[in-house]
């Protein structure tokens, strides 16, 4: 199946999604860093998190790219974070940042999905490509919160959701773990990302584009896809669920050939 978001935020949002969990549990006050990025986010901007260990060579040059790229941004803020500082191990800890190449941004987008990530060294282009749409990072939190997502492009604001996906939405078996995300076809800041899962933008009917944990693309389809052929799609992804009896799952493995 084709994936389609950056793998290295993938795999650490997946590995950090269970520390945010734990880390919750335990009430800390908000260290500078934590505080500028709480910020950000009521600001609707996006924060650099850029996480470094000494003032050496690669980390002046990261940092001098990232002053320079943000310097006329209102949408960014750079947020450094020395990773030997005792204030802010809650947030090293929760990114996982003592694992990451030094020095390494996280993007991070105002709903707190992580966008991508940087080990090393970074340009100015990557940095901009790294701001994504409204729609990307809505997808981008419920993917990295472990959700199926059903993004519908929608050809006007009124569009209703197609049939199909509202009754996956509420089926019993996906209603806890979906969510269903809408944009308009013809929004020029989703432009890009529509073309780049496969939705030509400006479509004049709702078009459907299935993705699953960690960022798999399921399928895209029209809006009359029904409720069966979604689950059926899901399952043959190997995404539906760990239920045998489930009659989903039943067919999908019905359809694999045999390996004997």
Same mark, same amino acid.
């Given at each position: 199946?084709?994936?389609?978001?950056?793998?290295?935020?993938?795999?650490?949002?997946?590995?950090? %999604?269970?520390?945010?969990?734990?880390?919750?549990?335990?009430?800390?006050?908000?260290?500078?860093?934590?505080?500028?990025?709480?910020?950000?986010?009521?600001?609707?901007?996006?924060?650099?998190?850029?996480?470094?260990?000494?003032?050496?060579?690669?980390?002046?040059?990261?940092?001098?790219?990232?002053?320079?790229?943000?310097?006329?941004?209102?949408?960014?803020?750079?947020?450094?974070?020395?990773?030997?500082?005792?204030?802010?191990?809650?947030? %090293?800890?929760?990114?996982?940042?003592?694992?990451?190449?030094?020095?390494?941004?996280?993007?991070?987008?105002?709903?707190?999905?992580?966008?991508?990530?940087?080990?090393?060294? %970074?340009?100015?282009?990557?940095?901009?490509?790294?701001?994504?749409?409204?729609?990307?990072?809505?997808?981008?939190?419920?993917?990295?919160?472990?959700?199926?997502?059903?993004?519908?492009?929608?050809?006007?604001?009124?569009?209703?959701?197609?049939?199909?996906?509202?009754?996956?939405?509420?089926?019993?078996?996906?209603?806890?773990?979906?969510?269903?995300?809408?944009?308009?076809?013809?929004?020029?800041?989703?432009?890009?990302?529509?073309?780049?899962?496969?939705?030509?933008?400006?479509?004049?009917?709702?078009?459907?584009?299935?993705?699953?944990?960690?960022?798999?693309?399921?399928?895209?389809?029209?809006?009359?896809?029904?409720?069966?052929?979604?689950?059926?799609?899901?399952?043959?992804?190997?995404?539906?669920?760990?239920?045998?009896?489930?009659?989903?799952?039943?067919?999908?493995?019905?359809?694999?050939?045999?390996?004997?």
């Amino acid at each position: 199946m084709k994936r389609i978001f950056n793998q290295t935020a993938i795999r650490l949002t997946m590995t950090l %999604v269970t520390a945010c969990f734990a880390m919750a549990q335990t009430a800390h006050a908000a260290s500078p860093a934590e505080q500028a990025i709480q910020a950000a986010s009521a600001n609707n901007q996006f924060a650099f998190v850029m996480f470094y260990r000494g003032n050496d060579a690669a980390t002046q040059t990261m940092h001098g790219t990232l002053q320079s790229s943000l310097a006329n941004r209102q949408d960014a803020i750079l947020v450094p974070v020395q990773i030997g500082n005792a204030a802010e191990q809650a947030l %090293v800890k929760q990114y996982d940042a003592t694992r990451m190449p030094m020095p390494a941004i996280a993007t991070l987008a105002p709903n707190g999905a992580v966008c991508s990530v940087f080990p090393r060294r %970074v340009t100015a282009q990557q940095l901009a490509a790294a701001i994504v749409s409204p729609g990307q990072t809505q997808i981008l939190k419920a993917l990295q919160d472990r959700k199926l997502v059903l993004l519908c492009a929608q050809p006007t604001a009124t569009s209703p959701i197609p049939f199909g996906v509202q009754q996956f939405q509420a089926d019993k078996l996906y209603s806890n773990r979906t969510e269903v995300v809408s944009v308009l076809a013809s929004d020029p800041a989703e432009a890009e990302f529509l073309t780049k899962i496969g939705v030509k933008p400006g479509q004049p009917t709702p078009v459907v584009a299935f993705m699953a944990p960690p960022g798999v693309m399921v399928g895209t389809f029209n809006a009359n896809v029904s409720f069966d052929v979604l689950a059926q799609k899901l399952a043959a992804a190997g995404k539906c669920c760990d239920d045998e009896s489930c009659k989903h799952h039943q067919a999908a493995t019905a359809k694999q050939p045999s390996r004997r």
